[in-house]
């Protein structure tokens, strides 16, 4: 989730008696263990391996430290131009398994590891020239996309069943639907990106800015 989507949202309950400087050079990770750090770490590890195998820059440095809960819905936040994400711990995180939606048949380990490469996915993004007020439309569109491909094809095959059929459609890759229907914008913007002949230069595309989806928001 970017921050825009929830400006509001104040973490609670932040734990952070462990800190680990990750071997990516990369990434602090903060958590209430060790063990914790480390497995953040390793899922930023693959995420950063994910990026590199479509030629996508690295982010600048990030902190991405672990939580107990937030106030609000979310299971992870970056804070744009902060370098800090946060996430859920896995064990609150399972506790909100509801909010998984598309992603609810992931078993939770995955699944935490796809929270760290999606908000990574925005630190990339971050600072992607933007000729709106904001670009939360292309900036989620490109973290929803990047998790979705990085899963295995046995997490993937749920969510390509889902979209199965599904035209690609721009109109509706828009704030309206992403705050509304967040799984519906996530369909929406995997089966557009399997449309395009080459995923990679799509995404090196938006991170231009040659390639977006918002608009002006009338006033």
């Not at 071997?23 to 693959?46: F, G, K, M, W, Y």
Request: some cysteine.
């Amino acid at each position: 989730m970017h921050r825009l989507i929830a400006a509001s949202l104040l973490w609670a309950g932040a734990v952070s008696a462990a800190e680990v400087p990750c071997d990516n050079a990369i990434v602090t990770a903060e958590a209430e263990s060790p063990e914790l750090a480390t497995r953040i770490c390793a899922a930023s590890d693959a995420a950063l391996a994910h990026f590199a195998s479509c030629a996508l820059p690295e982010p600048k440095p990030v902190r991405i430290l672990a939580l107990n809960a937030f106030e609000r819905e979310c299971v992870g936040l970056f804070h744009c131009g902060e370098g800090l994400i946060e996430v859920l711990a896995p064990d609150a995180m399972e506790a909100r398994r509801n909010l998984f939606g598309i992603f609810q048949h992931v078993p939770m380990e995955r699944f935490f590891e796809s929270v760290v490469l999606h908000e990574m996915s925005h630190a990339v993004f971050d600072g992607t020239p933007c000729a709106f007020a904001h670009c939360v439309a292309s900036t989620e569109f490109f973290a929803y996309t990047q998790q979705i491909a990085a899963l295995s094809d046995e997490d993937r095959a749920p969510i390509e069943a889902l979209a199965q059929d599904m035209p690609a459609r721009k109109d509706v890759l828009n704030v309206f639907v992403l705050y509304m229907a967040p799984d519906k914008f996530a369909l929406e913007a995997w089966t557009y990106l399997n449309a395009e002949p080459d995923r990679c230069t799509f995404w090196q595309e938006m991170l231009t800015g040659e390639v977006h989806f918002d608009r002006a928001l009338p006033r």
